[in-house]
């Protein structure tokens, strides 16, 4: 009977010194294989909440009449692998643009889904620019360029007195005395513009001769000083500000109007843009002084002529 030998130590040895080779060359390449994969994968699933987000957005615009804002508006409707990234650009062409997003928390480098829209581009408006909303003339009072989409405008003229019974709503509105350069109470029974009637006329003005605006006020102390030039009168007896050279006429040249002071150093002071005194600011220590009332609001640019 022929006996059988094993293999010797030596062999073994050798048997396993090639298999550690080997799994030295292939670990790496199934791993970069399921890599591989795995991106793909995600790739696919960015694509696919991308088009969850484009049709979510057709859904909206059927379902409201109008182009959603954010994406926070959108009901999407997506079962995969949670998606998140940091951007989310809502296209006017009713695409999304998706950029620096991670699948189930794994960073997908260099991957978008979409076409970025570009930057759009708005009318440039410089301070003292006239324009015209709602068939009324306004005064740019800040500058704003071709990225901004909003601007801030003064009111040419005053409310006039008809106006301000209109919109009073039977608060103090009888304090306006149209016989002297159509003025009026500032305020009601408190110092504050909050309380004061003037806030509920300019609201009230709002609602109906500039619906589209954003806000309504009046003008600020930090406007008159930063965009329209006033320095303080260093020759006159009590603080007062004056025009310089840079401030435009169309700032003072209508009776005095009311400014809205945050900063006043008294709690009843409060301060006027006023006709007079070279079209100075002053600060009014009766806080019952008769001012006028001149809006300032801040819109979109495209409900501008």
């Not at 829209?117 to 708005?122: G, I, N, R, S």
């Not at 001769?209 to 309504?216: F, T």
């Amino acid at each position: 009977m022929k006996k059988k030998n094993g293999f010797t130590l030596i062999e073994l040895i050798a048997v396993l010194v090639i298999l550690a080779i080997l799994a030295l060359i292939v670990t790496p390449l199934v791993m970069n294989i399921i890599r591989k994969a795995r991106i793909s994968a995600d790739k696919r699933s960015i694509d696919a909440y991308g088009r969850s987000i484009e049709l979510a957005i057709a859904t909206y615009l059927l379902d409201e009449g109008k182009f959603p804002t954010s994406i926070d508006e959108l009901t999407i409707e997506y079962s995969g692998d949670r998606v998140v990234c940091e951007t989310s650009q809502l296209n006017s062409d009713s695409s999304v643009y998706l950029a620096g997003c991670k699948v189930a928390g794994r960073s997908v480098d260099g991957y978008a889904y979409g076409k970025e829209d570009a930057a759009p581009t708005y009318t440039a408006y410089s301070v003292g620019d006239k324009v015209e909303y709602n068939n009324v003339d306004y005064y740019v009072i800040k500058d704003s360029g071709a990225n901004e989409e909003m601007v801030t405008l003064l009111k040419a003229t005053l409310l006039s007195y008809s106006e301000v019974q209109t919109y009073s709503l039977g608060t103090e509105a009888h304090t306006y005395d149209n016989s002297d350069g159509g003025l009026m109470n500032y305020h009601a029974s408190s110092n504050s513009y909050d309380a004061s009637f003037v806030k509920t006329v300019v609201e009230v003005w709002k609602s109906t001769q500039a619906p589209d605006a954003l806000n309504v006020r009046l003008l600020t102390y930090e406007e008159l000083i930063t965009n329209l030039g006033y320095e303080l009168d260093t020759g006159a007896t009590s603080e007062q500000y004056i025009p310089s050279e840079s401030t435009p006429s169309w700032v003072y040249n209508v009776s005095g109007y009311w400014a809205m002071i945050p900063y006043s150093d008294s709690s009843d002071r409060m301060w006027k843009v006023s006709a007079w005194y070279e079209g100075s600011i002053l600060k009014y220590n009766n806080i019952s002084e008769l001012n006028g009332v001149r809006p300032v609001i801040t819109i979109n640019k495209s409900y501008l002529n």
